[in-house]
C-alpha cells in the first residue's frame, strides 16, 4: 500500500481496494421503476447530439437536443428536477446516460467510426 500514491491525499488506515466484477449488460440489466428510459442518436450534418426521454408505454415525453454530452445531461437533470419528473431513480441509470452521450459525442468529432446506443 506505500506504493499507493494520490496528489495530496493521505491513506485512510482502513481504505479498502475493491476490484469489481464483469458487468453483463443483459444479466444485470434492471429497468427503473419508473419505466422511463432514453432513445439516443447522433446527427452528424448538424453535430447534434439528440436525447428522448420515453414513458413505460414507449411514448417519447421530451426530446434535448445539444453539441455535448455534458450540456445535455446538465439540461436532462435540471428539467428533471424543475419539473418533479423521476426519470433517474437509479444511479446506473444516470451512468449509462453519461456514457452513451459521450459516446455519440466522439463519434460526431469523428474519433469514433459510428454510433450505436448499448
Not at 50 to 59: I, L, P, Y
Amino acid at each position: 500500500m506505500k506504493n499507493y500514491v494520490w496528489h495530496k491525499q493521505t491513506i485512510s488506515p482502513d481504505l479498502e481496494i475493491i476490484d469489481c466484477p464483469v458487468y453483463d449488460p443483459i444479466k444485470d440489466f434492471h429497468r427503473d421503476p419508473t419505466g422511463a428510459y432514453v432513445l439516443i442518436r447522433c446527427d452528424k450534418k448538424n453535430s447534434l447530439i439528440e436525447v428522448a426521454v420515453c414513458d413505460k408505454d414507449h411514448t417519447l415525453i421530451k426530446a434535448f437536443r445539444g453539441h455535448k454530452a455534458q450540456d445535455l445531461y446538465h439540461t436532462i437533470f435540471k428539467y428533471e428536477k424543475k419539473h418533479g419528473f423521476k426519470w433517474f431513480n437509479r444511479s446506473d441509470h444516470a451512468a449509462y446516460l453519461g456514457k452513451e452521450l459521450k459516446k455519440c459525442e466522439f463519434f460526431l468529432t469523428g474519433k469514433e467510426k459510428n454510433y450505436v446506443q448499448e
